[in-house]
């Protein structure tokens, strides 16, 4: 679905279905370096039980028109702004990575807003070594070469194939590869500069969920014990042999983990669609 932006055209992939902001609304931000299509397996689902799903393709990646934001302030005021465009009131925001930064700071910025945040893959400070923001800046193919080895569990099935023609590693190149020259490098330093994930974490008043993955070497699920202590009533769930590309590498678990908790959590009973 294209809409327009602040003069721009922006995307959000639906699920396959129309968006309606009367349903229950569920918007998926991605990561760096990432766009929609990395929600596949999940909002599809959603949206085809009962959900009205935006997987938002940030400025500057996916279908959506750039330049690429600076920060992670800007990035979810972005994300607050499509939500005014497309007349949502309220809405859940589930994000990845970088994303779950951007879910974080929009739910401080808007609490009226966000009726709930779904941190998959998360840490806070998202420092990012040097050896990879050299490579971001300098040799980006090695920076993806990185990124794949590091996002991905060694446990994972075949290896790495979960079925004929079909492999997480060079689906995730290719992700990588689809987005302009430079945005790596532009995410990657929003994630490093961002100061501002414990304060929000401890102003944060909607249900929160965080899902890990155990053996995530982007984002280790100790990085992420900061704001979990910040946030008394957040769910936890932390997905065994599992990697940083959650998505992919444990997407049924992950659909299931958003599904309860979207259910028991961030719905009102009455809403909740069956």
């Not at 005014?84 to 925001?93: M, T």
């Not at 280790?220 to 599992?242: E, Q, S, Y």
């Not at 992919?248 to 659909?255: G, I, N």
Request: charged share 20%; with cysteine.
């Amino acid at each position: 679905m294209d809409f327009d932006l602040d003069g721009r055209r922006a995307y959000a992939y639906t699920g396959g279905r129309p968006f309606d902001p009367a349903k229950p609304v569920v918007a998926m931000v991605h990561g760096a370096q990432h766009d929609h299509s990395v929600w596949i397996l999940q909002s599809r689902w959603l949206a085809h039980h009962g959900y009205s799903v935006l997987a938002l393709d940030l400025p500057g990646h996916g279908r959506s028109a750039g330049p690429v934001l600076p920060d992670v302030e800007s990035m979810a005021g972005w994300v607050l702004r499509a939500f005014a465009a497309l007349g949502v009131a309220r809405a859940a925001i589930v994000g990845h990575s970088m994303g779950s930064l951007i879910a974080l700071e929009a739910a401080g910025q808007a609490p009226e807003t966000v009726s709930g945040v779904a941190l998959v893959g998360t840490a806070f400070p998202m420092k990012v070594s040097d050896v990879l923001l050299d490579a971001a800046r300098d040799d980006e193919p090695a920076a993806f070469d990185m990124i794949n080895q590091w996002s991905h569990a060694k446990l994972v099935h075949r290896p790495g194939t979960p079925g004929p023609g079909f492999s997480v590693f060079v689906q995730n190149l290719r992700l990588m590869e689809r987005q302009p020259p430079g945005t790596l490098l532009v995410d990657f330093t929003a994630c490093n500069a961002y100061a501002r994930g414990a304060e929000r974490a401890a102003a944060l008043r909607c249900p929160a969920l965080f899902v890990l993955g155990e053996r995530d070497m982007m984002t280790p699920p100790k990085a992420a014990a900061g704001l979990v202590a910040a946030i008394p009533d957040a769910r936890v769930v932390r997905v065994p042999g599992c990697g940083h590309a959650i998505q992919t590498e444990a997407p049924d678990a992950l659909r299931d983990a958003l599904a309860a908790w979207l259910r028991e959590a961030v719905l009102d009973a009455s809403r909740a669609p069956a």
